[in-house]
């Protein structure tokens, strides 16, 4: 089974308009970690918000809110006010116990349109 | 303060030869991991270094070997290289210490490898 799962290979949002970006995970241990990185054209992974999963609070980073649902094991990526620098790759991305693999779902192209 | 940096940005081998791909981690950085992108994928674990030993391997065949050295900067060795080793190679670096910023981990502008 896959680890991660986004199911929207694209998204295309209007400018300062809000988007949800979907993300699922499975695991059986209790305490993970789940990521989110911004991929533009240029390669680099830039790391956008952490969500721990014994954190009762949703992690908020300025523009970036995660909204983490245990029970269902879903972290959304939701990003307020669209902005043109936006548009990227986005993955996410989950830390199993103790251990140093990230797992990385496949991605969702975001395009932000003016 | 500079970032995780790679080199060389790309990269263009044929079938069998051996590259070596090298990235200096972030400063106060002291892990170092390795990650395969292949294009429309998502990156893929290689390894991960700490102390200069491998802590942790994903499931690549032993052609992936690596290195870190006492100022903590890593290389990426891949022998015999096959036409699917083409890719974006991913290094990221992880802070020193410990407390959950720990677990973030920092990525460098890769290095694209094609072979050919």
């Known amino acids: 089974a896959q680890k991660i799962t986004q199911t929207q290979p694209g998204m295309f949002v209007q400018e300062k308009e809000a988007v949800t970006l979907d993300c699922t995970y499975d695991?059986?241990?209790?305490?993970?970690?789940l990521f989110w990185y911004k991929q533009p054209s240029s390669g680099e992974m830039i790391f956008l918000i952490y969500?721990?999963?014994?954190?009762?609070q949703n992690a908020t980073e300025g523009r970036y809110s995660l909204n983490f649902q245990k029970a269902r094991k879903s972290a959304n990526l939701v990003i307020s006010a669209s902005q043109l620098g936006d548009s990227a790759m986005y993955f996410c991305a989950m830390r199993e116990g103790f251990g140093n693999q990230f797992y990385f779902g496949t991605g969702t192209s975001l395009t932000v349109i003016p | 303060d500079a970032g995780v940096t790679q080199s060389p940005t790309h990269l263009i081998k044929t079938r069998g030869q051996q590259v070596t791909l090298r990235c200096s981690p972030k400063?106060?950085?002291?892990?170092v991991s390795w990650y395969q992108q292949a294009l429309g994928q998502g990156p893929q674990f290689i390894f991960q270094?700490?102390?200069?030993?491998?802590?942790q391997r994903g499931n690549f065949p032993d052609r992936f070997s690596g290195h870190q050295f006492p100022n903590y900067s890593s290389e990426l060795n891949v022998n015999a290289l096959l036409l699917g080793d083409s890719a974006l190679y991913l290094c990221?670096?992880?802070?020193?210490?410990?407390?959950?910023?720990?677990?973030?981990?920092?990525f460098g502008p890769g290095t694209r490898l094609l072979v050919l």
């Open positions: 400063s106060g950085h002291d892990t």
């Open positions: 990221a670096s992880r802070p020193a210490g410990t407390g959950g910023r720990r677990w973030k981990k920092y």
């Open positions: 695991t059986s241990d209790q305490s993970y970690g």
């Open positions: 969500q721990g999963s014994y954190d009762e």
């Open positions: 270094y700490y102390e200069e030993e491998e802590r």
